[in-house]
């Protein structure tokens, strides 16, 4: 028979930070929305080519940046929704935290050096660790009760 889980209140943190991640994610997107138009690199293009544009650089970096973030998006949802039913509190300060650390990695990439990006950045990688842990200790605990 399955089992019912109830959501704790306090998983209401949880859908603040990630509601918060996707305005970050509007964020970036407008950024990148400026950089076409500053670059010079129009739709349906996804990334410039050095051969064609002195700046393809600069304005594949932000694209870049952005790009990364919806590839890792899926993988953050999850964890976060999954972690936060057992662990709300923690779940959503290790999204805070990593949600900080992806603005970071995204200015640092848009500054057109791609090792920028992992000054703060490379700490989110740790917030996703810690979800991963949240994630295990929650399924542990469903399959024990």
Known sequence: MAGVVMLPKEFGYVAIVL????????WMSFQVGKAR???KVYYPTMYASESENKDASLFNCVQRGHQNSLEMMPIFFMLMILGGIQHPVISASLG????????FYFKGYST??????????????????????????????MLSA
């Open 19 to 26: 509601v918060l991640y996707t305005f970050l994610n509007f």
């Open 37 to 39: 138009r500053k670059y």
């Open 96 to 103: 805070v935290l990593y949600t900080v650390t992806r603005y």
């Open 112 to 141: 057109g050096d791609p090792k920028n990006r992992l000054s703060i950045g490379k700490y989110g990688f740790l917030a996703l660790l810690g979800l991963i842990i949240c994630t295990i200790s929650g399924a542990v605990h």
